[in-house]
Nanobody
């Protein structure tokens, strides 16, 4: 069964940190580009970070220097370390697995991140 399961969300104060995890099953994980997206209330879902199979990363400007994406191909897991969190980071965070050559685009159910004092 193909599944992406996110964990690690929660409520944190401004300036705090969270680490999101996404465990993948049912796919050849190493062949997929893994990414994190987020969707805030009333806004469109946006891509915030991605990591290729060889570890090359890309970030949206708003999280550069604060968030770090990484992957462990042996554990079929992708992580998002989020530091210096701001209230505007509040959103549902989604894990994505993409294999463009096959037209495959997979999504997790999301995990809520709330940044508030």
């Amino acid at each position: 069964q193909v599944q992406l399961v996110e964990s690690g969300g929660g409520l944190v104060q401004p300036g705090g940190s969270l680490r999101l995890s996404c465990a993948a099953s049912g796919i050849p994980f190493g062949f997929y580009v893994m990414g994190w997206y987020r969707q805030a209330p009333g806004k469109q879902r946006e891509s915030i970070a991605s990591v290729t199979r060889d570890g090359s990363t890309n970030y949206v400007d708003s999280v550069k220097g604060r968030f770090t994406i990484s992957r462990d191909n042996a554990k079929n897991t992708v992580y998002l370390q989020m530091n210096s969190l701001k209230p505007e980071d509040t959103a549902v965070y989604y894990c994505n697995a993409r294999r463009a050559a096959l037209g495959v685009d997979l999504w997790g159910r999301g995990t809520q991140v709330s940044v508030s004092s």
